[in-house]
């Protein structure tokens, strides 16, 4: 008996992959996130501006009429009551008197017309003679006068106001004269409030929108060092990951060749030893010698398959049909027979053999565990996938099959082939698993090309 030197003794250690550098992760995430913050920022920015442009008009309207009303109150109180009882009581001069008042009050244009109702409709007074002694139909906002309310309403055409004018601002406020409740009436012109609101929105709206500018201003240098702050962490952190992987893989380099140069070698010679004595013992002690050296020739294989687990092949180029075909070697040694059929792209992408080559493994660990199979098929090549170039993983076996539900044990602890599936389906692919036609099952996993870890 005789060993095979290619399977026992090797004189160079596995081969050290190259893996390509990772771009570093995140490091455009502060820049994008100081994007986003902007933009946030400056929408909020509109939407309270919006809103405080809405508020402020309906503030500045709302204060335009309570002065439009306390102007009305102070006509009727000091302008009107105090010569009214002496105008009701027929005192010559003294209608043409307060008509002179009034026409002087009127002369810049902001109040139209003045009148003075009685409860049951009648003008008593009223800045335009024509209509004294005339009797309306008393509405709402007069009743509300008498009653002691002072009311204002925009009136698009007015009963008593001169022919013309537009819309007009009626104040009817509560008067007390001569021993009666009475109602006065003035027409404002509406012109005159809505230059009184724009007014005070001028003075309103720069001063909240200055100040939200003012904040946001404020807040932009702050988080613009923010984000140079942790992308500087970013880039540190990635850094430090980068050493501590260049650090593990220097590691698990220098054990994988210190098991390869040392009890490999040693197995391999002892091995040779074996055999070289197997013909000057015995002969009935030479099948103890072949059980020996089959023993050894295991615990290096043992050993080679414990470098692959320590340091992975290098699985650029053509190296992973190779890889994948080590993988099968333990199924061959149970007896199982294992056919590869591998056509490979020649710019496999890292990342692409990366995914594929784990899947087999768990797919052939699983064979050998459970399968109890004969033959088992293991495919790679090239298809297509959603219109791009991909690689196709097929395992294939004739053994027992799958028990229902097995796809996912992952309450039971069983994580392999959810592991599987989720590792496919991260990098983009497809993750299949099924019967096989003439018994057995059908594992397949279809990578898109390009995908990185």
Not at 40 to 46: E, F, I, R
Not at 174 to 190: M, S, V
Not at 326 to 354: H, S
Request: with cysteine; glycine share 8%.
């Amino acid at each position: 008996m005789s060993a095979a030197p290619d399977q026992l003794d090797r004189t160079t250690p596995p081969p050290v992959p190259r893996r390509p550098r990772r771009p570093a992760r995140g490091t455009g995430r502060p820049r994008r996130e100081l994007v986003a913050f902007c933009v946030t920022a400056l929408l909020v920015l509109l939407i309270v501006s919006t809103g405080t442009v809405w508020v402020s008009e309906r503030i500045a309207r709302a204060n335009a009429l309570a002065e439009a009303e306390r102007t009305a109150e102070r006509l009727g109180q000091y302008l009107v009551a105090p010569q009214l009882p002496e105008v009701l009581a027929g005192v010559p001069g003294r209608r043409e008197e307060l008509d002179r008042a009034a026409a002087s009050r009127m002369r810049d244009g902001s109040v139209t017309r003045m009148v003075v109702w009685s409860p049951d409709g009648e003008v008593l007074w009223s800045s335009d003679p024509e209509l004294t002694g005339r009797v309306f139909e008393v509405e709402r906002e007069l009743a509300a006068a008498f009653a002691g309310e002072t009311h204002s309403d925009v009136d698009e055409a007015p009963e008593t106001a001169p022919a013309g004018t537009g819309s007009m601002l009626e104040v009817y406020a509560p008067l007390r004269a001569a021993g009666q409740d009475l109602a006065f009436e003035a027409y404002i012109t509406y012109e005159g409030i809505q230059r009184q609101a724009a007014l005070l929105r001028s003075q309103i709206i720069p001063m909240a929108i200055g100040a939200l500018v003012l904040l946001q201003l404020v807040q932009i240098p702050i988080a613009t060092s923010l984000a140079r702050r942790v992308a500087r962490q970013e880039a540190e952190r990635t850094a430090l990951m980068e050493r501590s992987i260049t650090a593990s893989e220097r590691e698990r380099r220098a054990i994988a060749a210190d098991v390869h140069d040392g009890p490999v070698q040693d197995l391999a010679g002892v091995s040779y030893a074996l055999t070289a004595l197997r013909g000057s013992v015995p002969e009935d002690r030479q099948p103890t010698v072949d059980r020996l050296v089959t023993t050894v020739r295991h615990a290096v294989a043992s050993l080679r398959r414990l470098m692959v687990d320590i340091y992975p092949p290098d699985l650029s180029g053509p190296g992973l049909g190779a890889a994948v075909a080590d993988l099968a070697v333990p199924l061959r040694e149970q007896g199982t027979e294992a056919v590869l059929d591998v056509g490979l792209p020649p710019d496999l992408a890292p990342g692409t053999a990366a995914v594929l080559y784990r899947t087999a493994r768990e797919a052939l660990t699983n064979v050998a565990k459970h399968a109890a199979a004969g033959v088992v098929w293991i495919t790679l090549e090239e298809a297509v996938l959603h219109g791009r170039p991909a690689v196709r993983l097929e395992v294939a076996d004739d053994g027992t099959g799958l028990p229902e539900d097995c796809a996912d044990r992952r309450g039971e602890g069983h994580l392999g082939l959810a592991l599987l599936r989720d590792r496919v389906r991260d990098a983009e692919g497809e993750f299949t698993l099924g019967a096989r036609a003439g018994g057995g099952t059908v594992l397949t996993a279809v990578v898109p090309q390009g995908h990185e870890e």
